[in-house]
């Protein structure tokens, strides 16, 4: 596809389920990232992803969350024994390189915990 | 601790004015980006200024990198209904790779 693609759009699920989120990059992006934004704030970040090793984790809130990026395109965020306040419009970005700071952006995963 | 600051938070005006939306950090960002995004859709990418003072141009868009590199603005000439959403801007260091820093957005409205 020409963008950034994520899959599913909305996903309610129950707290304490585990949950995976899907993300395409733009076809030839090495570097993908993964964002969090709640209601009213900016994306905040989780994940960055230079080929398939994770190159900074520094924003996961907790070892609920993991990341895996095994072939160095699609990448899926992992959370185990959702919490509510894991509810959160989850964003997946890609740009070309390590060095090249212009992200494009997926139009995100809603994820609801009830 | 948000490191960059947004201000309006809310911004609501009449087609045609002009408005001006501020972005402010007590630290250097080797790069500035604004973004725009509208309701279910993620931010889409508008500007990067990456030099102290440098002025980018789009259509009625203009963007300003302040001289230390700690502050931006963005500045819309004759607004049009078609310019309401979430400003964002997010700031890149090279120290932390290709992170971005997001401030907290400016929801913009222009009204017919």
């Known amino acids: 596809g020409a963008g950034v693609s994520q899959t599913p759009s909305n996903k309610v699920t129950e707290k304490g389920k585990y949950v995976e989120l899907r993300c395409d990059p733009i076809?030839?992006?090495?570097?993908l990232y993964w964002y969090r934004q709640s209601l009213g704030q900016g994306p905040e970040f989780l994940i960055y992803?230079?080929?398939?090793?994770?190159?900074?984790d520094s924003g996961l809130p907790n070892d609920r969350f993991f990341a895996v990026r095994p072939e160095g395109s699609v990448s899926t965020l992992k959370i185990q024994r959702t919490e509510r306040g894991d509810s959160a419009v989850y964003l997946c970005?890609?740009?070309?390189?390590?060095?090249?700071?212009?992200?494009?952006f997926g139009q995100g995963t809603r994820l609801t915990v009830v | 601790t948000q490191l960059l600051e947004q201000s309006p938070q809310f911004l609501s005006i009449q087609e045609g004015e002009n408005l001006t939306v501020y972005c402010n950090s007590s630290s250097v960002f080797s790069s500035l980006q604004w973004y725009r995004q509208e309701p279910g859709e993620g931010p889409v990418l508008l500007v990067t200024?990456?030099?102290?003072?440098e002025v980018k141009k789009l259509k009625r868009l203009t963007f300003q990198f302040g001289d230390a590199r700690k502050d931006s603005s963005l500045h819309i000439t004759a607004a049009q209904t078609g310019d309401t959403g979430l400003y964002l801007c997010?700031?890149?260091?090279?120290?932390?790779?290709?992170?971005?820093?997001f401030g907290e957005g400016t929801q913009l409205t222009v009204n017919p």
């Open positions: 992803f230079q080929g398939t090793g994770a190159a900074d």
């Open positions: 997010a700031g890149g260091r090279e120290t932390s790779g290709s992170r971005l820093t």
């Open positions: 970005a890609s740009s070309l390189s390590r060095m090249n700071t212009e992200a494009f």
């Open positions: 076809s030839g992006h090495t570097a």
């Open positions: 200024v990456v030099t102290g003072g």
